[in-house]
């Protein structure tokens, strides 16, 4: 069993900055990621990382947003800048775990940044 601990979230004006922080129990931590959901959208990918640090983002927070993790506190770090008003959303980590990549999620946070 696997807890996911999320902190970060907040109000932001447009085009400042926000850091996420989501620490994992447990052991077998694979990949990391965030994801965000708004209101009758459907939870969409934002950045995930494998435990060699191999990084992924969605198109539309390239360049913008960086995911890290330190696998020794089995901690994934979402910094985000540049914010936008259509970055609102609760945003969620995700960890695999074991060889059959069983999914946990955290609580979510939420994200509003303000135009």
């Known amino acids: 069993q696997v807890q996911l601990v999320e902190s970060g979230g907040g109000l932001v004006q447009a085009g400042g900055s926000l850091r996420l922080s989501c620490a994992a129990s447990?052991?077998?931590?694979?990949?990391m990621g965030w994801y965000r959901q708004v209101p009758g959208k459907q939870r969409e990918l934002v950045a995930s990382?494998?435990?060699?640090?191999?990084?992924n983002y969605a198109d539309s927070v390239r360049g913008r947003f960086t995911i890290s993790r330190d696998n020794a506190k089995n901690t994934v770090y979402l910094q985000m800048n540049s914010l936008k008003p259509e970055d609102t959303a609760v945003y969620y980590c995700?960890?695999?775990?074991?060889?059959?990549?069983?999914?946990?999620w955290g609580q979510g946070t939420q994200v509003t940044v303000s135009s």
């Open positions: 990382i494998t435990s060699r640090r191999r990084a």
């Open positions: 995700n960890a695999e775990q074991g060889l059959l990549g069983f999914n946990y």
């Open positions: 447990g052991s077998g931590i694979g990949v």
